[in-house]
């Protein structure tokens, strides 16, 4: 019989990384091969002690999401990227600029 403490724990999405922290979030324009249109995503800056980094969340619907890594997040997975994104992201406050591009 197994028992919650014997169930596997998530793995770190930002193992391999010492003391990262979200430096910056911006929303930016996002251009994908497969529409015409621009699209809004958020970029988050990365500074850790192995180099600087990104992650690029775009948000196709409440579903579905894509992201892309560039620095040291260069060849993560999607899904570990989403999950380092969620993990880093600063909680929102009165000065989160939400406002719409294009």
């Known amino acids: 019989m197994t028992t919650s403490s014997d169930a596997p724990a998530d793995p770190d999405p930002l193992e391999g990384l010492t003391g990262a922290r979200c430096a910056s979030l911006e929303r930016v324009p996002i251009r994908t091969r497969e529409d015409s249109v ?7 800056s ?6 600087p980094g990104a992650i690029v969340l775009l948000e196709l619907s409440a579903s579905v999401s894509l ?11 999607a899904d570990r990227l989403e999950a380092a994104y969620r993990v880093l992201r600063p909680p929102p406050g009165p000065d989160m600029d939400f406002s719409q591009l294009g």
């Open 38 to 44: 621009t699209r809004s995503g958020w970029r988050m």
């Open 46 to 51: 990365v500074a850790c002690e192995e180099g």
């Open 67 to 77: 992201c892309r890594g560039e620095g040291v997040f260069l060849g993560w997975s």
